[in-house]
């Protein structure tokens, strides 16, 4: 930091600071920003790594000069307002030769750029290829929440200049098609990752970024929507935070001033809804319409409408596609039926029961179930859930439950009337608490889990 000299009885006033600059900040823009002003010299500052500080010293031609460049305080220079301070010769020779000093051997931030630059403009067609190979065998994912509306994937990329990236920065949009403030992107390995989170909390331009890790599948979720090619037609649509008990029909109730061509309602792996479904409309002006009603009412929860493509249609779809092309979908009161029964079930469990599915007692131990229950109870782990949107607190508990994990017995703690609670007992070593929180992160009906 910059400290305050006197001022020597001899000392010419001709010399002042900016600070606040933006990064990208050039000599010409401080002459524009101060020009009513005559200036002799401009030194713009570098940090440790010879990236721009944001802190220039300029040399005035007289102190009439300096009296109209005080005049600029706190004017801004593109999006910022840049501080203007008085200093004097001793200390504008003292801090621009160290700079000088310390820049000597190394080359200009503007010189590094142009060869990364030029660099990536050579290689890009092998390191995509590259990219796409090293993609598959690395796991390492972080998110920067709070980004400058206006900053590019090159400009964040140089944020993080020491951390290896594979493949693109992708900043995420937000339903108008506007950029968040929010990017994911995907890193090399584990010690990439932790240059990355380092990062947490630095501005990028005149913002602080948020650095935080995040999975695999939220990463994807946001890059399959960069996959549509360009002969792609855009006439699929994803919902999500249906009602569990949704059919074809309401869906297309729900669209009713959209042409559908099909619907295809998804189920986990016990054949349950998700509350999501995939529709093919007939065309890009249906998708336009079908925007519209993103965040309408399907009976009691609204409904997130997002726009797709044809190859993430095809994906994400082809599980419950049957070989003849027709969606393999259940009846209503096929799946009410089947609702209902698993409830009745459910409510005829014993403990004992719920032991046996578990751990897969032997029958000896199944006759003395209270005594294997007090052996197998080696933790017990609270959750609170926060749901996505208005999703039903029954609905959030019985998706839950529906988890399943050898050794884990769910628990509902129905005491909080205001708050979500969901309590397990774990009697499987191999199992442990993070685990089964990610498991509930993961639900479509979850927005945030935490201990309790």
Same mark, same amino acid.
């Given at each position: 930091?910059?400290?305050?000299?006197?001022?020597?009885?001899?000392?010419?006033?001709?010399?002042?600071?900016?600070?606040? *600059?933006?990064?990208?900040?050039?000599?010409?823009?401080?002459?524009?920003?101060?020009?009513?002003?005559?200036?002799?010299?401009?030194?713009?500052?570098?940090?440790?790594?010879?990236?721009?500080?944001?802190?220039?010293? @300029?040399?005035?031609?007289?102190?009439?000069?300096?009296?109209?460049?005080?005049?600029?305080?706190?004017?801004?220079?593109?999006?910022?307002?840049?501080?203007?301070?008085?200093?004097?010769?001793?200390?504008?020779?003292?801090?621009?030769?160290?700079?000088?000093?310390?820049?000597?051997? %190394?080359?200009?931030?503007?010189?590094?750029?142009?060869?990364?630059?030029?660099?990536?403009?050579?290689?890009?067609?092998?390191?995509?290829?590259?990219?796409? =190979?090293?993609?598959?065998?690395?796991?390492?994912?972080?998110?920067?929440?709070?980004?400058?509306?206006?900053?590019?994937?090159?400009?964040?990329?140089?944020?993080?200049?020491?951390?290896?990236?594979?493949?693109?920065? @992708?900043?995420? #949009?937000?339903?108008?098609?506007?950029?968040?403030?929010?990017?994911? *992107?995907?890193?090399?390995?584990?010690?990439?990752?932790?240059?990355?989170?380092?990062?947490?909390? =630095?501005?990028? *331009?005149?913002?602080?970024?948020?650095?935080?890790?995040?999975?695999?599948?939220?990463?994807?979720?946001?890059?399959?929507? +960069?996959?549509?090619?360009?002969?792609?037609?855009?006439?699929?649509?994803?919902?999500?935070?249906?009602?569990?008990?949704?059919?074809?029909?309401?869906?297309?109730?729900?669209?009713?001033?959209?042409?559908?061509?099909?619907?295809? *309602?998804?189920?986990?792996?016990?054949?349950?809804?998700?509350?999501?479904?995939?529709?093919?409309?007939?065309?890009?002006?249906?998708?336009?319409?079908?925007?519209?009603?993103?965040?309408?009412?399907?009976?009691?929860?609204?409904?997130?409408?997002?726009?797709?493509?044809?190859?993430?249609?095809? %994906?994400?779809?082809?599980?419950?596609?049957?070989?003849?092309?027709?969606? #393999? =979908?259940?009846?209503?009161?096929?799946?009410?039926?089947?609702?209902?029964?698993?409830?009745?079930?459910? %409510?005829? =469990?014993?403990?004992?029961?719920?032991?046996?599915?578990?751990?897969?007692?032997?029958?000896?131990?199944?006759?003395?179930?209270?005594?294997? +229950?007090?052996?197998?109870?080696?933790?017990?782990?609270?959750?609170?859930?926060?749901?996505?949107?208005?999703?039903?607190?029954?609905?959030?508990?019985?998706?839950?439950?529906?988890?399943?994990?050898?050794?884990?017995?769910?628990?509902?703690?129905?005491?909080?009337?205001?708050?979500?609670?969901?309590?397990?007992?774990?009697?499987?070593?191999? @199992?442990?608490?993070?685990?089964?929180?990610?498991?509930?992160?993961?639900?479509?009906?979850?927005?945030?889990?935490?201990?309790?």
């Amino acid at each position: 930091m910059l400290k305050k000299m006197k001022r020597m009885d001899t000392e010419e006033n001709t010399f002042i600071r900016l600070r606040g *600059l933006v990064w990208n900040a050039t000599e010409e823009d401080i002459k524009g920003f101060l020009k009513d002003c005559t200036l002799k010299e401009v030194v713009l500052l570098t940090n440790g790594r010879g990236k721009p500080s944001g802190n220039a010293f @300029v040399h005035l031609d007289t102190e009439s000069d300096v009296d109209r460049a005080i005049a600029h305080n706190k004017e801004y220079l593109r999006e910022r307002f840049v501080i203007v301070e008085e200093i004097f010769k001793s200390q504008y020779i003292s801090e621009t030769q160290n700079m000088q000093n310390n820049t000597a051997k %190394r080359p200009s931030y503007q010189e590094e750029v142009k060869k990364k630059v030029i660099s990536k403009e050579m290689d890009m067609e092998y390191n995509k290829g590259e990219q796409d =190979k090293r993609a598959n065998k690395t796991n390492f994912h972080i998110i920067l929440r709070g980004l400058p509306w206006k900053a590019t994937e090159d400009e964040i990329a140089e944020f993080l200049d020491d951390c290896d990236i594979v493949g693109n920065v @992708v900043i995420i #949009n937000n339903e108008a098609g506007k950029p968040s403030g929010d990017a994911v *992107l995907q890193l090399l390995n584990k010690i990439d990752l932790e240059r990355a989170l380092k990062y947490d909390r =630095k501005y990028l *331009l005149d913002r602080c970024v948020i650095v935080e890790e995040t999975d695999k599948d939220n990463y994807n979720k946001h890059i399959r929507k +960069l996959d549509k090619a360009d002969t792609e037609e855009n006439t699929f649509i994803r919902l999500r935070g249906l009602v569990w008990s949704a059919t074809e029909e309401d869906i297309k109730t729900f669209l009713h001033d959209c042409n559908v061509k099909e619907v295809v *309602l998804t189920t986990n792996d016990r054949g349950r809804p998700t509350g999501n479904a995939f529709v093919h409309l007939d065309t890009e002006a249906d998708v336009e319409k079908a925007m519209a009603h993103n965040r309408e009412y399907l009976r009691e929860r609204f409904v997130l409408v997002e726009e797709i493509y044809e190859s993430q249609y095809i %994906r994400e779809t082809k599980e419950f596609v049957s070989q003849t092309g027709n969606v #393999n =979908k259940k009846s209503e009161t096929e799946l009410e039926g089947n609702l209902e029964n698993g409830k009745e079930a459910k %409510r005829r =469990k014993t403990e004992k029961d719920k032991i046996a599915d578990h751990m897969e007692c032997n029958e000896e131990e199944q006759g003395n179930a209270n005594q294997s +229950l007090k052996n197998v109870k080696k933790a017990c782990i609270n959750f609170e859930i926060r749901p996505i949107g208005n999703v039903a607190k029954h609905d959030v508990i019985e998706e839950c439950k529906a988890i399943k994990i050898e050794g884990v017995i769910w628990e509902e703690d129905n005491d909080d009337k205001a708050k979500i609670i969901m309590g397990c007992s774990i009697a499987n070593p191999n @199992v442990d608490a993070e685990m089964i929180k990610e498991k509930i992160k993961h639900l479509n009906s979850v927005e945030d889990v935490i201990f309790s």
